[in-house]
């Protein structure tokens, strides 16, 4: 995962001359099955969503990982989005969907998912890295600064431990500087759990049995009764 500004040359500049700024954020679900869905968005100011609106390029103006993952084998397209948001800025973005979580790895990152089984629990451990980059020679890494990226993830059962920046309605969030992830990358890392299923249904089976074995007792106490 490059996280590096890329733009054609003519728009670079006047990209900075203008202090246009954007943010992008990942929304990852993960299921008890290992998959799960992704929620790529990014978001450009007025100022720079009308230099996207007017170029002619029919290629993506920023490489920012994300906007194809539908290419690798496993990973569906759920839905893609372009808004224009009140104050003018734009916003744009792909949903996807997977059964296996790690083909989320976009470039030079790596995504790992654990599931593991050990007595009353199921544990789930997601570790994604995200390299330190450089950035491209044209572009100003002060400049960096300005834009943010943010990373927001939803682990099933209880989260238990976490390197998070902050936690949002029972969600993981980083939120960082995109200059301070290409310098120094970023490691996301998670742990949940959650009871068993199987020993959650066979506690309902222990206990619809014992409901059923206490009503037949009583039944043929009722009826003891009556006969005598």
Same mark, same amino acid.
């Given at each position: 995962?490059?996280?590096?500004?890329?733009?054609?040359?003519?728009?670079?500049?006047?990209?900075?001359?203008?202090?246009?700024?954007?943010?992008?954020?990942?929304?990852?679900?993960?299921?008890?099955?290992?998959?799960?869905?992704?929620?790529?968005?990014?978001?450009?100011?007025?100022?720079?969503?009308?230099?996207?609106?007017?170029?002619?390029?029919?290629?993506?103006?920023?490489?920012? #990982? &994300? +906007?194809?993952?539908?290419?690798?084998?496993?990973?569906? $397209?759920? %839905? @893609?989005?372009?808004?224009?948001?009140?104050? /003018?800025?734009?916003?744009?973005?792909?949903?996807?969907?997977?059964?296996?979580?790690?083909?989320?790895?976009?470039?030079?990152?790596?995504?790992?998912?654990?599931?593991?089984?050990?007595?009353?629990?199921?544990?789930?451990?997601?570790?994604?890295?995200?390299?330190?980059?450089?950035?491209?020679?044209?572009?100003?890494?002060?400049?960096?600064?300005?834009?943010?990226?943010?990373?927001?993830?939803?682990? #099933? &059962? +209880?989260?238990?431990?976490?390197?998070?920046?902050?936690? $949002?309605? %029972? @969600?993981?969030?980083?939120?960082?500087?995109? /200059?301070?992830?290409?310098?120094?990358?970023?490691?996301?890392?998670?742990?949940?759990?959650?009871?068993?299923?199987?020993?959650?249904?066979?506690?309902?089976?222990?206990?619809?049995?014992?409901?059923?074995?206490?009503?037949?007792?009583?039944?043929?106490?009722?009826?003891?009764?009556?006969?005598?």
């Amino acid at each position: 995962m490059r996280l590096r500004l890329k733009l054609y040359p003519a728009m670079l500049l006047l990209l900075f001359a203008c202090c246009g700024c954007f943010s992008v954020e990942y929304q990852t679900e993960i299921n008890r099955r290992g998959g799960g869905t992704r929620t790529v968005e990014i978001v450009m100011d007025p100022m720079m969503a009308g230099l996207y609106n007017k170029s002619s390029v029919s290629e993506k103006l920023f490489n920012i #990982p &994300g +906007q194809g993952l539908q290419a690798k084998n496993g990973v569906v $397209l759920a %839905g @893609s989005s372009k808004a224009e948001l009140d104050d /003018g800025s734009l916003k744009l973005s792909w949903r996807y969907r997977t059964g296996r979580a790690e083909l989320f790895s976009d470039g030079a990152d790596s995504l790992k998912l654990n599931i593991a089984r050990a007595g009353l629990w199921v544990y789930y451990e997601y570790r994604e890295i995200i390299p330190a980059s450089q950035p491209e020679k044209s572009q100003p890494s002060s400049g960096q600064n300005i834009y943010r990226i943010r990373h927001k993830l939803a682990m #099933p &059962g +209880q989260v238990i431990s976490h390197n998070a920046d902050s936690i $949002l309605s %029972g @969600s993981l969030i980083w939120n960082r500087p995109l /200059g301070q992830v290409t310098d120094v990358g970023l490691v996301m890392e998670a742990r949940s759990r959650e009871l068993n299923p199987i020993y959650i249904l066979l506690a309902l089976f222990l206990l619809l049995a014992g409901v059923s074995l206490l009503y037949r007792h009583k039944s043929r106490l009722m009826n003891n009764k009556n006969i005598a």
